[in-house]
DNA sequence: AATGCTGTATGACTTTTATCATTGTTTACT
DNA sequence: AGTAAACAATGATAAAAGTCATACAGCATT
């Protein structure tokens, strides 16, 4: 795929090194990732791991934003999530030592590190605290996925829309301007996070566009009036 | 609610002694289960928890059947899935600590055993052959969840409910005639399940019953044409 | 047996959403 | 910078699904 191999960025010192899964190891089993793992650095677009292959270890990403995604209905994609830096992939399949159910792609330049199964699940024997916040994602991943489950059965488009470009703002955050999301994704990708057709997305965003909820730019969407996407969005809770 | 209290079975003797999460532990650890353990008789309709509140210990289905739900837009109940015999409930909650993200009610008569979270965090915390089913459970559903997203995104009602039906007849399998699904759901309920309205619901399953795939007779829904049904389904996998 | 309740069925209609076709615009590449 | 390819926008139309209204069936209660 052309991916560069890359000179592996030191776990110990890690600009996630506090705030990943992984904060709670200790130094020693911290500089044995960094011994045994590698790292690639990702073109926007390319893949990271296939729905379907086997997974040989750990991806956890040090740069970049990643998209994960099933192929649906003659292959149109569904993005089930984001992930981006400091966030680990994989390990719902080395876990449960299956296929990948789920495929990964690099949103822009991302520099991935690759932490081999057998280093991980040594790790992950020892240490007790590590095996109660894998647990503890998991479970946090299956709330966010029973809702978004209720919604796809029970929202309309419009608001599923709307609630997708507030999850982009949580996820991404702000611009430098304060009000433009950090991340750049095709009509046609925002369709397959909301569940629509891409010229539903189209439709909708002008809409919204019109009625001053949002700024479009190219790619890029800016939050003019929250409070009134908020509403739109017409959150449960 | 009017749950009787139950004389609680033993865990080492339960018909679910080596098929449930609980199979690989010593009869030890089941002893004190059976010892610490509380037991409840529910009858058809009852709620065994609600949504919001805080969980206190897991759930273990003795007999019975239950289906987990939450209150999605202007409380319209959004059925996520089934449990039965065997499965535990409220175990995801109490991984993180945190309160139920879904209700639970029972569909029959059922007879359900409550261990309490002392009890289970012990055992978790000694064993750790159960920490990685309890992960692998948890995949497990995170998967299912995930496959449930895909379809809601994309596949038509009709497809949707054809589905379901096949999911029932897996999860609750047939009566002794050898083509009627095991269990006893209103019209709504199904909506409830396939993410759409109760007519939506009627109007198919009338199709389908003169096209000669299935039969109905009040609740109960026979299957006539197996493979039509699959094919009305569209799996994709 | 009459009463009411809950659930099922069906028709008429509206709204939402998807699809198809066409044109204009941006993006990415050499 | 030029060019092809990918993407975005918009209108016309069709299909899917939801809503509303009404009627009917089944069942439990009195």
Redesign the interface.
């Known amino acids: 795929m052309g991916n560069k191999n890359f000179t592996a960025p030191a776990c110990e010192t890690c600009t996630s090194r506090h705030t990943s899964i992984f904060a709670d190891l200790d130094g020693g089993e911290l500089v044995r990732f960094s011994f045994q793992k590698g790292c690639n650095l990702y073109k926007s677009g390319n893949t990271i791991f296939n729905e379907g292959s086997y997974p040989s270890g750990l991806y956890c990403i040090h740069k970049g934003k990643v998209k994960i995604f ?4 003659e292959g ?1 994609e ?1 993005i ?1 999530r984001f992930a981006k830096e400091g966030d680990i992939l994989g390990y ?2 080395l ?2 030592d ?1 296929p990948f ?2 495929s990964a792609a690099a949103l822009d330049e991302a520099v991935i590190c690759f932490i081999p199964k057998k280093s991980y699940f040594d790790v992950l ?1 020892t240490n ?1 605290k590590l ?2 916040k ?3 994602l ?6 966010t ?11 309309p488009v419009r608001e599923r829309l709307a609630e997708t470009i507030l999850i982009l703002k949580e996820t991404f955050g702000f611009e430098e301007d304060g009000k433009t999301i950090a991340i750049s994704l095709t009509r046609e990708e925002i369709a397959n996070i ?2 629509t057709a891409t010229e539903s997305v189209i439709r909708l965003l002008s809409e919204f566009k019109k009625d001053g909820i949002i700024d479009l730019k190219g790619r890029s969407i800016s939050i003019l009036d929250n409070r009134e996407l908020v509403r739109t969005a ?1 959150i ?1 809770d």
């Open positions: 099933k192929n649906g209905t149109k569904q089930l719902k399949s876990l449960s299956q159910s789920a024997q007790p095996s109660l894998m647990m503890q998991l479970t946090q991943e299956l709330k996925a029973e809702t978004r489950i209720v919604e796809l059965a029970q929202k909301v569940g017409n449960d």
